[in-house]
Structure formats: C-alpha cells, structure tokens
C-alpha cells in the first residue's frame, strides 16, 4: 500500500515542468506554461501547465488535474502504477505491498542524511564566499568574471585553506564526519590500527556545487585559488548520490530555457557555462569533467532538448572530447551540431576565453557557424588523414579516411540516418556507394559486439 505521506512526498518532489515538458513542448506564458493539448488533436496552443499549484487543465478539451492524473490520463494507467512510476525518477523508495524492510529504511534514511551533508556544505561554503574572509575567493570571480548574480544563481562557494573548516561546521549541525565522508564532503585518512582521521577534501578552493536535475545538491566540482595547485580543477568522488556520467553542471539553471526553445549548448568546464550563461546562452550545460554519457543525453532530451550544439575547447583534447561525444549522439540520433572554436596562439581556446575577449557577439558568430556533427567528422577526417584533398586524394588516404569515419558511421542507427551518412561520405571522397557499404558491413561484421558504441 503507497502511503499518503509518500504519495505527498512525490508531489513535492515532482518538477511538473520538467516531467510533463517530457511530453509536450512547453513554452513560459506569465505565471503558466503554454503549449499543445497532447489528449485531443488542436492548432491552438489550448494547454496550460500552473507550475507553483502543479496543475493543468486544457481549454480545448476541458482535460485537468495535478501531475498524478496527467499521467494517469496520458498513459491509461492506474493511480498507483503512476505514483511508483513518478517515484522511481525521484529515487523515492515505495513499499511493495508491504512494511519497509530495515534495509529499505535504512537505505532511505542514508540517502536523506547524504542530500542533508551536501546541502549544509553548500550552504557553509557560500557563507564563506560572502563574509569577510571570501574577499580573495571574490577577487578571483572577479578576474574570471564572474558575476556576483552568477555566483549566487549557481550557488558557488569558497573552501579555505584550513583542515577541517567544513567538517567542523557540519559536525556542529550533527551531522556526523562518516555521512560527510560518504556525501563527499570530506576526505579520510585511514591506518592499520588507528582511528580514521578525516579533514577537508577541497581547500582554497572555488566551489561549484552540482545539482540534479530537481535541484538538489549531489556533489561538487572545485577550481583552486592558486596557480600552482596539483590540481586545477578537483572533482568529488562517486557516491550514493553523485554518479558523474548522470549529471549535468548548469541543467537546473538552463532547463526552462532549453525547454521552451528545444536547443542546449554542450560544452567542456564550469566556467564556460557560467561565462555563456552571463552572456545570454542560459541552454548551457557541462558534463563535469567526464566524457558524455547516454545517461547525460537522457537527461537533455527528457528536459525538451531537440538540438544539441557542441561547443569544445579548441585544442587537441577537444577534438578528442567530441570525436567521443559524436559516438554517444550519433547512437541516440539527437540532432546535433559542432560549433568548432579555432585553436589559439595564447593557449587557450575554450568558450570562457572567447566570451571574455570577443563578449556575446563572437559567441553568437562562432555558434551560428556550427555544422552538422556528421559533416563535421567526414572534414576532420579529410584534413587528418588527406590534406584536405577529399575526392581527389590518393587511394590510400581515402581510405585512412574511411577507416576514421567508420566508428562513427556503424554508430548511427541503421535506416535513413546511416544511409545519409553513408551517402554523404561517399561524395566527399569521391567513390561508388556500393563498394562503400560493402567494406562498411564488413567491419560491422568483424568487430566484437560492443566493440563501438
């Protein structure tokens, strides 16, 4: 039996903009979300979603009700199925027809003291960023340019240099160093024989706290003060809550956007989201240090993402990072464009440089030169492995050219997708479609199960 207390739990929990904007296109109309009535066929735009009632109702159809009976209605499926349902995308744990076991308890209560440890951080850590002794940590927001209304929007914080600032704090609010430990909070350090020590994971440091996608902290990012830190940039570890390949940096911050216009802007670190978001690109997301994920591109797609333009640093270790996103793209058949930043002579070429030097217009220019992402691999190809000759270089770079592409080729879906694909890499090299796909089923056959994306 689902509970009254859970099923209340689930309406808090539940974004009615982001789960309903799953299904149909919504765009703001004042204090509502307009869009299409997706329970009778329209051309006016009759349905209204009241995001802070979580309601909706149809002035076509007359169809309303909360976030349960959309559903309810949407997929003919009884109350409880949509309450389990709703509660599995919010990690809520509902009882089956019986009591919670002492596991299941004891599961749930863990996960609500991690979220409480992340939290309290977050919270101390943007206290220190705003009290007196944060004056450094804003000087050097100030030199990245970092707005102090980005700053708070993205509720960014200062770690000290000291050992053991945040864990005494959070001890003092009772939450214990082992949950800290556990959130990623804090470090430890652990001996045959002795008591584990724990102390401060990150230190002079610039925090950027990590959100789900119904923003609630999970994990943190760091940017250290200092220039000859070990480390720049030092990510938490996984936990219970934090598992990399399934966040984005910015989602909750640019979601509405993306929801209305159906486009996101993927790019490489947390200050480029946070440079293009201050200068007017708010569908701006990061993937948090690690390579994009199939879970990460659900993640967009469920927040209304249509579009995608990848927008890396323009250095080697970019090209490399979208040679590995196209193959995850390529596979979910998103739309996808490459916006390629030129590489630099001053060594730095990523999206928060370009806005600080050329502000929102060479922003606007570089990303209106985007090109489709396969177009974008048949040319890089070309110019790796041909000089650029395409259909007239020699055999032999043609086909070093192929064998570059054929990773990303076997990775569109088969259909119409890798049929163009196909058809597109024949005519800029040059040569018979039927050949082409021959060699291409050979590959395809020879490779492992598994063995490309």
Excluded at 137 to 162: I, M, N, W
Excluded at 201 to 211: A, G, K, N, Q, Y
Excluded at 433 to 445: F, H, K, M, N, Q
């Amino acid at each position: 039996m689902i509970t009254s207390d859970v099923i209340e739990e689930v309406r808090r929990l539940a974004d009615p903009v982001l789960l309903i904007g799953s299904r149909v296109k919504l765009w703001k109309s004042g204090v509502a979300y307009a869009g299409s009535c997706p329970f009778h066929e329209e051309r006016h735009a009759s349905f209204r979603l009241y995001p802070r009632d979580k309601r909706f109702v149809c002035f076509g159809c007359g169809a309303s009700g909360d976030i349960f009976q959309f559903f309810q209605r949407a997929d003919g499926k009884a109350f409880p199925v949509v309450v389990r349902e709703l509660a599995a995308t919010l990690g809520i744990v509902i009882p089956t027809e019986r009591p919670p076991t002492a596991d299941e308890q004891r599961a749930r209560s863990e996960r609500a003291g991690l979220l409480a440890a992340c939290e309290a951080a977050t919270s101390h850590w943007q206290g220190n960023l705003w009290n007196s002794d944060g004056e450094k940590a804003r000087e050097y927001l100030r030199e990245r340019r970092v707005t102090d209304e980005a700053a708070r929007a993205f509720r960014l914080g200062h770690a000290p240099a000291a050992w053991h600032d945040v864990e005494r704090a959070l001890a003092a609010t009772k939450i214990a160093p082992a949950v800290q430990h556990a959130a990623g909070v804090i470090a430890a350090r652990e001996a045959p024989g002795k008591r584990t020590r724990y102390y401060d994971r990150f230190r002079d440091r610039i925090i950027l706290p990590v959100e789900d996608a119904h923003g609630r902290v999970i994990g943190f990012g760091a940017r250290a003060l200092q220039g000859d830190a070990d480390a720049k940039y030092l990510n938490g570890p996984e936990t219970a809550l934090f598992k990399k390949s399934r966040v984005l940096f910015g989602l909750r911050q640019a979601r509405d956007v993306i929801r209305s216009t159906g486009r996101a802007v993927l790019v490489e670190g947390y200050f480029d989201v946070l440079a293009l978001h201050q200068a007017g690109f708010t569908s701006a997301v990061a993937a948090c240090g690690t390579s994009f994920s199939r879970e990460q591109v659900e993640l967009l797609v469920e927040s209304g993402c249509r579009e995608l333009i990848l927008l890396f640093d323009g250095d080697e270790a970019g090209a490399t990072a979208t040679a590995r996103a196209a193959r995850v793209l390529l596979q979910a058949n998103l739309a996808t464009t490459v916006a390629r930043l030129s590489a630099s002579s001053h060594g730095q070429s990523d999206p928060d440089v370009l806005v600080g030097r050329s502000g929102r217009r060479g922003a606007e220019e570089v990303l209106a030169a985007a090109r489709p992402l396969s177009e974008f691999i048949i040319d890089d190809a070309v110019e790796r492995h041909a000089d650029g000759l395409g259909a007239q270089a020699p055999v032999e770079h043609k086909l070093a050219v192929l064998r570059a592409v054929t990773p990303f080729v076997l990775a569109a879906p088969e259909g119409l997708s890798r049929s163009t694909f196909e058809r597109a890499v024949a005519r800029r090299l040059g040569i018979d479609i039927g050949p082409l796909r021959e060699e291409l089923r050979r590959v395809a056959s020879t490779e492992r199960p598994g063995s490309h994306p």
